[in-house]
């Protein structure tokens, strides 16, 4: 009898021991990890997946499911079924997948996710890698990319077509001269004035082509970026009230410096509110810019949100894209500007909804390093 007990006592050690080896690994893993039951429900979660979340693990563990950090139901719809067959067999579901989660706050992370049956029992094990910033420098090497090539084709269709323009350019100015005392000629003169419009036009398409194919260099000084942005809103006070647009701010004081370009900011917030401007020129009712200024994780955050009709998520991958418009007389390039100019400060572009309803665009730099 003693030597059971004995024997029960050694084989109970092990198992306690065996359990705090396993439990420590999956706290330890590194990455964001979950145990899941055959319901969804989630039994078990690890420090790194409260990280991910925004929940603490005792609001996780038995009171959230997995399928409640899934953001798009297309996903969850696939997910369903990966959860599914995976159940009968599973060898019938892919055991690596992406997709989009949504932590606490709301926010949206691409995430790529390891799932498998723990063998002999109807749980899963679930871990989960945060890869956003990975995706955003993917997008934005395909897009440095695009913008090298389209760059080169700019210079060399600027360039033919600029000369000729010039010639046509001081031709009709002779024209003008020529005809300026015939009282007869009113007509002529009123053609000749639409043929140098139209000419302007082009020269002026011709400039922002040239500006995206040779953008300027920003000139970095250590900069309060709330400075430029006041100056846009200043600057486009005027048109906002004439378009019955009502623009609030909430910038944040003493946010730490970073290495940028004042005029280019100036420039690139300036572009945001006129593009929010327009956005919501057939808008009913209360037409409002929110204009906000914060810090987080050593990453200055400056966001332009409108109430306007905001952009479908099939555009939300287009939008930067150079040349790529949805507006008439629009040439496409002020947002692959914008992208670009923050790109050249480190930093990113991305557009959301906003909490107006609108579009959001949020602007990313680094802050100053000590």
């Known amino acids: 009898m003693m030597a059971k007990d004995k024997g029960d006592r050694i084989e109970h050690k092990g198992l306690r021991e065996s359990e705090d080896k396993y439990r420590t690994i999956f706290e330890t893993t590194g990455t964001a990890t979950v145990i899941i039951e055959e319901d969804t429900t989630i039994s078990l979660a690890n420090r790194e997946f409260e990280k991910l979340s925004g929940y603490s693990k005792e609001e996780v563990e038995g009171g959230k499911s997995w399928t409640d950090f899934v953001a798009h139901k297309d996903d969850l719809d696939r997910m369903m079924v990966y959860h599914t067959a995976r159940r009968?067999?599973?060898?019938?579901?892919?055991?690596?997948?992406?997709?989009?989660?949504?932590?606490?706050?709301?926010t949206v992370k691409e995430v790529f996710?390891?799932?498998?049956?723990?063998?002999?029992?109807?749980?899963?094990?679930?871990?989960?890698?945060?890869?956003?910033?990975?995706?955003e420098l993917e997008?934005?090497?395909?897009?440095?990319?695009?913008?090298?090539?389209?760059?080169?084709?700019?210079?060399?269709?600027?360039?033919?077509?600029?000369?000729?323009?010039?010639?046509?350019?001081?031709?009709?100015?002779?024209?003008?001269?020529?005809?300026?005392?015939?009282?007869?000629?009113?007509?002529?003169?009123?053609?000749?004035?639409q043929i140098q419009s139209a000419s302007s036009k082009i020269e002026s398409v011709i400039k922002r082509v040239m500006d995206f194919s040779k953008p300027s260099e920003?000139?970095?000084?250590?900069?309060?970026?709330?400075?430029?942005?006041?100056?846009?809103?200043?600057l486009s006070s005027v048109?906002?009230?004439?378009?019955?647009?009502?623009?609030?701010?909430?910038?944040?004081?003493?946010?730490?410096?970073?290495?940028?370009?004042?005029?280019?900011?100036?420039?690139?917030?300036?572009?945001?509110?006129?593009?929010?401007?327009?956005?919501?020129?057939?808008?009913?009712?209360?037409?409002?810019?929110?204009?906000?200024s914060s810090v987080k994780n050593d990453r200055i955050i400056v966001s332009v949100s409108d109430s306007g009709p905001g952009v479908t998520s099939d555009l939300k991958g287009k939008i930067f894209d150079p040349f790529y418009t949805t507006k008439?007389?629009?040439?496409?390039?002020?947002?692959?500007?914008?992208?670009?100019?923050?790109?050249?400060?480190?930093g990113s572009l991305r557009v959301s909804t906003s909490k107006l309803g609108g579009a959001e665009f949020v602007i990313e730099i680094p802050v100053k390093k000590n």
């Open 88 to 106: 009968i067999d599973p060898n019938r579901a892919p055991m690596n997948y992406e997709y989009k989660f949504i932590d606490k706050h709301g």
């Open 113 to 135: 996710a390891t799932l498998a049956v723990i063998p002999g029992t109807k749980k899963s094990v679930g871990s989960f890698l945060d890869i956003t910033r990975a995706k």
């Open 139 to 193: 997008h934005l090497l395909r897009i440095q990319d695009k913008m090298t090539s389209l760059g080169r084709v700019a210079a060399g269709i600027a360039h033919e077509i600029r000369n000729p323009l010039s010639g046509i350019n001081i031709y009709l100015n002779t024209l003008g001269k020529i005809y300026d005392r015939a009282e007869s000629l009113d007509k002529v003169k009123q053609i000749l004035g």
């Open 218 to 234: 920003p000139k970095l000084v250590l900069t309060d970026i709330n400075q430029p942005i006041e100056e846009a809103i200043n």
């Open 239 to 292: 048109t906002l009230r004439k378009s019955g647009i009502k623009i609030e701010k909430d910038l944040a004081r003493d946010l730490p410096l970073c290495h940028a370009d004042p005029l280019l900011i100036e420039e690139v917030i300036l572009n945001l509110i006129t593009n929010a401007t327009e956005a919501m020129k057939n808008v009913d009712g209360a037409k409002k810019i929110d204009v906000t």
């Open 328 to 346: 008439n007389g629009s040439t496409g390039i002020g947002l692959s500007l914008c992208h670009r100019i923050i790109t050249d400060h480190g």
